[in-house]
């Protein structure tokens, strides 16, 4: 059965542009939700997605947007990237609200220049 | 302001010994994840605790769920070097919900032959 599945693994962006995450959850998981991960910060809460609605929004600027398609696979976006967004962006997929715990993926490293 | 609290941040083991890492937090939950991370890897599950009382064991650890104390432990039983790792106990809010965790800061376990 495959895991939850991120791309790009790694990414290199310059202070200024924008970026898109995406995430495909496990077949049949509808709800989604998004970390970042920093030495500085630890894990931190974006967003979760169930049936393409946003159910929570973490304490992100207005900078940090996703979505959920019909699939279910997510997609997070961050404009105007700042030397602070670099970080490890994981996915988490879940079968029924957390009863079965999440799922995470790989993540995806993205470093802002 | 929810709170998750691990200690200790850091711990290092000899082989065969037994240690239990904490995880205090400061909302009502009656749910609380275990997540295991190598480095540079994503989380894996270890163990959902659903109630109070909850214990389950895999192996070498055991967790355990207090909800009147706000408190989990994972419990290690003689480590082995494959333990070594970072362990993060996560709480979800709101309560029974699986729509967001908030995280420990982590638990580095660095086991010594």
């Known amino acids: 059965k495959a895991g939850v599945t991120q791309t790009p693994r790694y990414l290199i962006k310059t202070r200024g542009q924008q970026v898109t995450l995406s995430c495909s959850p496990i077949?049949?998981?509808?709800?989604v939700s998004w970390y970042q991960q920093t030495p500085g910060q630890g894990l931190q809460f974006l967003f979760e997605?169930?049936?393409?609605?946003?159910?929570n929004k973490g304490n992100f600027p207005g900078r940090f947007s996703g979505r959920q398609f019909s699939n279910s696979r997510s997609e997070m976006n961050v404009s105007t990237l700042e030397l602070g967004d670099s970080a490890l962006y994981l996915c988490?997929?879940?079968?029924?609200?957390?009863?079965?715990?999440?799922?995470f993926g790989s993540g995806t490293r993205l470093t802002v220049v | 302001e929810l709170k998750v609290e691990q200690n200790p941040l850091f711990l290092s083991m000899q082989e065969g010994k037994n240690y239990t890492i904490y995880c205090n937090y400061s909302?009502?939950?009656?749910?609380l994840y275990w997540y295991r991370q190598d480095p540079g890897k994503s989380l894996e599950s270890l163990f959902v605790?659903?109630?109070?009382?909850a214990v389950k064991q895999e192996g070498r650890l055991m967790a355990s769920l207090d909800t009147k104390a706000r408190l989990s432990t994972l419990h290690i039983t003689a480590a082995v070097h494959d333990l070594s790792a970072t362990y993060f106990c996560a709480v979800e809010f709101p309560p029974n919900t699986g729509n967001q965790f908030y995280f420990g800061t982590g638990t580095s376990l660095t086991v010594i032959p």
């Open positions: 077949s049949g998981h509808r709800s």
């Open positions: 909302t009502t939950s009656d749910r």
């Open positions: 988490a997929s879940s079968l029924v609200d957390g009863l079965l715990g999440y799922t």
């Open positions: 997605y169930f049936s393409e609605t946003q159910r």
């Open positions: 605790l659903l109630s109070n009382g």
